[in-house]
């Protein structure tokens, strides 16, 4: 199966500390984006990028949020400073171009910061 | 501007009996309606998409959905529910390029 993988499947990280999430998409999707879910809420967009590029970040992505997607190819979540705050599960997603594609997301990443 | 309200936050069905999950959106374009399915601990799974083709959509695990463009609505409907089918659903509409804004879900519950 080549569906979207996230590593770690959970994490948990005293405050203060840097977290790193990793997304390999689907191989052929140019598209990639990263999702914050809470408990009883639906997924909440923080970036998208195509290719490398990283076109649009959300206003829920304060300034100790990074993401890169270095080759186009697989990409990372880094958190730094984590505050309780964070606790949530981070979703990637991958797509092909266009409007209206589906996006396929991965298991996700549970954070929790005690 | 685009978004998605799922009118029942819990539905409860008996084993057996009809499922039906609401769904209304607003959007200034044509949009893409997705919904998607989410087990405990699990991340979203695509149970069906509607992208301007028939307006009567069928997905998988024998869920089906209306596009209804006077009633800006895209319900989701199963015949007959199984335990399995018990989750967390949500309704998702895009109308660009990179957007696609999620309802809060709709919470199954399948009674035996």
């Known amino acids: 199966d080549t569906g979207v993988s996230q590593d770690p499947r959970h994490k948990i990280t005293k405050r203060g500390q840097n977290v790193t999430f990793r997304c390999d998409p689907i191989?052929?999707?140019?598209?990639l984006y990263w999702y914050r879910q809470t408990l009883g809420q639906g997924p909440e967009f923080l970036t998208y990028f195509q290719n490398e590029a990283q076109l649009e970040k959300s206003r829920l992505l304060s300034d100790r949020f990074s993401a890169e997607r270095p080759k186009g190819s697989f990409s990372t979540l880094e958190i730094q400073r984590t505050e309780q705050g964070d606790s949530a599960m981070y979703l990637c997603?991958?797509?092909?171009?266009?409007?209206?594609?589906?996006?396929?997301f991965g298991e996700g990443s549970w954070l929790t910061v005690v | 501007a685009q978004s998605v309200t799922q009118l029942d936050s819990h539905v409860s069905v008996s084993e057996g009996t009809p499922v039906l999950l609401r769904c209304n959106y607003s959007?200034?374009?044509?949009?893409?309606l997705f919904w998607y399915v989410q087990h405990p601990n699990k991340g979203l799974q695509l149970l069906l998409k509607?992208?301007?083709?028939?307006?009567l959509v069928k997905g998988i695990n024998g869920f089906e959905a209306e596009f209804k463009k006077s009633e800006t609505s895209f319900h989701l409907t199963k015949p007959s529910a199984h335990m399995s089918d018990a989750a967390e659903y949500f309704c998702v509409v895009s109308d660009m390029a990179y957007k696609y804004i999620f309802g809060t879900g709709t919470r199954l519950k399948v009674l035996a």
């Open positions: 959007s200034s374009y044509s949009p893409s």
């Open positions: 509607y992208t301007s083709a028939a307006t």
């Open positions: 997603a991958s797509s092909l171009d266009g409007i209206g594609n589906t996006i396929y």
């Open positions: 191989s052929e999707h140019n598209r």
